[in-house]
């Protein structure tokens, strides 16, 4: 049983209650507790030594990761990020400079985006490091962006560039938070979502929580220069676009908007974020299924993508 | 380096924000939002496999633990729980089945006090099941109780029956969410803490919150069955007072009210929750230390409880 079997098995008969709008299957629960127009985000997401960063990755790196993936969840959903809680299980041995140096990796991307540390706790996980985050924020109600808003004619965007991200990126990555609060403001997207599982595992979700497909133009998906460069010096590497289909942990923005926008999008997020590539990549169909359209026509993205693509039925 | 050290190494300089009203040093974190005359509670706790629980515990029962600890918390502050966010971390090899028993048991105890779960993560972590709970809710701005407020002639009491946890309280212990919230309506306590470290070190807690000191009367301190139990049939076990004031994981309320109100207290408290005992343990000092009374005279109850209580000086 994979994890996505997993959780829909967990989440299907939870309790609820008035306060939540909605939980499970978003990027963040959304809470109203009578804020005015305005819906609490809440978020926790883990890290964990041997998995998701190395015995040996400097810590502050580890700290800025832990944090810098929710805060990707809480611009998921255009939300402002307001305090955060640190859960930390330590091996009985640790060493408390790298524990100090994992909560200054927080501390520093905490100060960038006003985001308190609230506290937390120590518990022991004797065989490794593991660190829970859990972050609240808010969003304007009518600025909020699901995954399930996407519809048929709608072009897909995607910032940044994609594939490579275990090369450096994924403890690097700086939360796309500016730009999802313009977007919402600017150029409001029907969907939206951070790229953590890669691009087609992530638009997918978005075209289930949707009810629609997506057609990918192969030639404009934005390939970064370590997915390349690897492809290059080894051998057994996966080819570009596939390690930007599939590589997963980018920590980009993608997301949909009508495609009467899309022009205006890309003219003005040029001059908002010189320093940030945006791509149109594609289109949202009315047929479901997720397809790539390359210079041999059209060929399906299938469930378990990676397979299914290498190995493409023609159509 | 102890657990209480590393915390307070950790939380020296950490980054706060407008909305932080409290952050750690408390049961939960407090944060205003803006949400009128109700402060937001914030708490994370984690429960490891082999630490908290063992690999044959019921699944159910560690599920109601993970979440009676944050509940607890919450109920310490005089809060009232709003969503819970559950993440989970799994040895590769886990049982769904053992997984979604988890979940029934945290479910179960969420649906008692309306508490949504509002979704959550699972990961890997390879040795052993680690479940960190993330716990939202709210409490009006002056019923909020927390540990700094004890005065001068205050009088101590505890909730329930102390010591002996480990022979199965800990895993079915009821959160007094209830009993706390009618505290603060009926009698409104100086200072409130959830006993998880121990009546002393707990108490201790509040005393360097509040700067003050305490003396507790040793015939008065409420001792469960299970630790006179276990203190007759197990040669090595701690002697009953000692397991009442030092083994942890009681998860009763402790609290202050002016001494004024000590009678009232104890009688309305009778008529309200006839099933639960409460006690009247001893009284708040202007003289910091935390000093214990019995027949002997005044002993005081060291740094490290647990030592020099075995080894007391005579006062």
Redesign the interface.
Known sequence: ?N?FD??H???R?????Q??VS???DDC?V?D????D?Y?L?????V?E???FKTDTPPQKIGHKALARCLSDVAAMAGTP??A???L?LPPNFD?TT??SI?EGI?AL??RY???????????????I?I?V?L?G?VAKNKCVHRSGARPGDAIFVSGELGGSLSGKHLEFEPRLREAQWLADAFPPTSMIDLSDGLAGDLRHILTASGVGAELLSDSIPISRAAKLHARVESSAKPPLLAALTDGEDFELLFTIPSSNAVAVLDKWKKQFPGLRLTCIGRITAARGLKLRDKGGLREIGLRGYEHFTKPEQS
């Open positions: 049983m994890e997993l959780i098995r967990l989440t008969n939870l309790p609820a209650n306060a939540l939980g499970a299957g629960a809470l507790l009578g804020l005015g305005r609490v809440f978020k926790t997401d883990a964990v041997g998995i998701h307001t305090a809680l640190i859960t299980g408390p524990v100090e909560y501390s905490a100060r006003e985001t308190a540390i609230a506290g937390g706790e120590t518990t022991t996980n004797p065989e490794r593991f829970s859990a609240l808010t």
